[in-house]
């Protein structure tokens, strides 16, 4: 016993080192802020490691986002000490509805070809002191992990504000799920503080009516065909431009302004045509 420690009662047990390490832990109040969100996960196993590996490191929000196993004894298992993680675990329809109160997005996957044309690609060490950043300030923050056989696909990425890879070996560079949150919650935990004020960033929500916005309005002056692969085309760039800028909700309420500006400039316009025509 160390001369910090309060004597211990007569018949008490002695304490374990790891039981003073975990008492003195401080409470990190940003990291509450931080949601890990599975999509489809597939093993049970993996349910409980995932949360035991989130307590590690402090993190203890979880989202599971389509169908998933029951939390069974197997994952009560390897959860070990992180039952109430898996307990309080968010369950929604699906990816949508799981991120629409989060104002960062980050989706992970392997090394694909053309993934760096459409995102930010990050590690998760480059990509820590942003989500620290934004947690700080009072943004909810989504670290988002797609099933074990796939991973998540080009729409489920798609909401992204970056997407993160964790470099390996190229001999085997594909990890398991646990693994790959795992190395995830440990670059957070260990994140610098943030030297810059960082402004509350818009939901996830907010984002998409701002999107399809802009989309009406591309449409209306001639800028984007018809269907879903045109419109993927045009706002593919914003989307990537909009992310890298960050956007406060301010932010989103000014584009949406200058939409509806262009549609009626627009609109009026072609009614003028209309009538020099007549």
């Known amino acids: 016993m160390t001369s910090a420690d309060p004597p211990r009662k007569p018949g008490a047990p002695a304490r374990k080192p790891h039981d ?4 003195r832990a401080p ?3 940003w990291l509450d802020r931080v949601h890990v969100v599975l999509v489809r996960p597939q093993g049970a196993a993996n349910l409980g490691m995932i949360a ?3 307590k590690n490191f402090g993190l203890t929000r979880l989202r599971i986002a ?7 004894d197997e994952a009560r298992a390897h959860a070990c000490h992180a039952p109430e993680v898996l307990e309080r675990a968010e369950r929604f329809a699906g990816l949508p509805a799981a991120l629409a109160d989060c104002g960062l ?3 992970t996957s392997s090394p694909r070809p053309a993934l760096a044309d459409r995102h930010e690609l990050e590690t998760p060490r480059s990509a820590a002191p942003r989500i620290r950043a934004a947690a700080e300030a009072g943004t909810r923050v989504a670290l988002v992990f797609g099933p074990e056989d796939h991973g998540l696909t080009t729409e489920e990425l798609a909401p992204s504000h970056g997407v993160i890879t964790i470099p390996a070996h190229a001999g085997y560079p594909v990890l398991n799920l646990a693994q790959s949150v795992m190395l995830a919650c440990y670059e957070i935990f260990q994140a610098a503080a943030p030297t810059l004020r960082v402004p509350e960033w818009a939901d996830r929500r907010a984002l998409e009516a701002m999107e399809a916005d802009v989309a009406e309005t591309l449409r209306a002056i001639g800028f984007m065909g018809p269907g879903p692969a045109a419109e993927d085309r045009a706002l593919t760039p914003l989307r990537r431009l909009f992310s890298r800028a960050g956007m406060t909700p ?5 584009v949406r302004r200058l939409a509806r500006a262009l549609r009626n400039a627009n609109a009026s316009a072609s009614g003028d045509n209309l009538r020099k025509m007549k």
């Open 20 to 23: 003073v390490l975990f008492e």
């Open 27 to 29: 409470s990190v109040a």
């Open 52 to 54: 035991r590996a989130m």
């Open 66 to 72: 389509g169908d998933a196993p029951r939390l069974n």
């Open 105 to 107: 997005v980050f989706g």
């Open 250 to 254: 301010r932010d989103v309420r000014w």
